[in-house]
């Protein structure tokens, strides 16, 4: 469980990274999804951490 939670971090963290270097150059459909994913990402994150504890 823990190991997963931390691979969805970090592919939530580098969503956002790349999320808003596309926000930045005016690429709207890829940064619409990175964004998405990186909600996503967060949702699950915050779920499991509920279960864990």
């Known amino acids: ?3 997963g ?7 939530m963290v580098f969503s956002a ?3 808003v ?3 930045i150059y005016g690429e709207t459909i ?3 999804i990175a964004t ?3 909600i996503a990402g967060g949702v699950l994150v915050y779920k499991g951490w509920k279960k864990m504890r």
């Open 1 to 3: 469980m823990e190991i």
């Open 5 to 11: 939670l931390m691979l969805i971090a970090s592919i």
């Open 17 to 19: 990274l790349f999320g």
């Open 21 to 23: 270097g596309f926000w």
């Open 30 to 32: 890829p940064a619409i």
């Open 36 to 38: 998405a994913i990186t």
